[in-house]
């Protein structure tokens, strides 16, 4: 059963940097055919992509975020990191980390991590 934690702090402050990590357990970040995604859903707004990190190292990128987030991994802790930079109070919203079956038409989705709810203001 793969499972996946997402951690970091739930208030951070306009033009600072949102740091969020996810914890795998169950599967390797690195298997084959797989690709763990940062999400977030705000209310009005549904879900929006912002990266994603491939089991071989590779990185994609929303355009409309791609200035301010990074992706990036410790595969000897199977963690995926995503950092947002000079946050502002509509980056406030619910961030997922999830994995993507990349073999699926679309790949699409199959475990989800629970959510961590992350608040910019002052």
């Known amino acids: 059963q793969v499972q996946l934690q997402e951690s970091g702090p739930g208030l951070v402050k306009p033009s600072q940097t949102l740091s969020i990590t996810c914890t795998v357990s169950?599967?390797?970040?690195?298997?084959?055919?797989?690709?763990w995604r940062w999400i977030r859903q705000s209310p009005g707004k549904g879900l929006e992509w912002i990266a994603s990190?491939?089991?071989?190292?590779?990185?994609n990128y929303n355009p409309s975020l791609k200035s301010r987030a990074s992706i990036s991994r410790d595969t000897s802790k199977n963690q995926v990191t995503l950092q947002l930079t000079s946050v502002t109070p509509e980056d406030t919203a619910v961030y997922f980390c999830?994995?993507?079956?990349?073999?699926?038409?679309?790949?699409?989705?199959?475990?989800w991590g629970q959510g961590t709810q992350v608040t910019v203001s002052s």
């Open positions: 999830a994995r993507a079956v990349l073999l699926q038409p679309g790949a699409k989705t199959d475990y």
């Open positions: 990190s491939h089991y071989n190292g590779n990185t």
């Open positions: 169950g599967g390797s970040i690195t298997a084959n055919g797989y690709a």
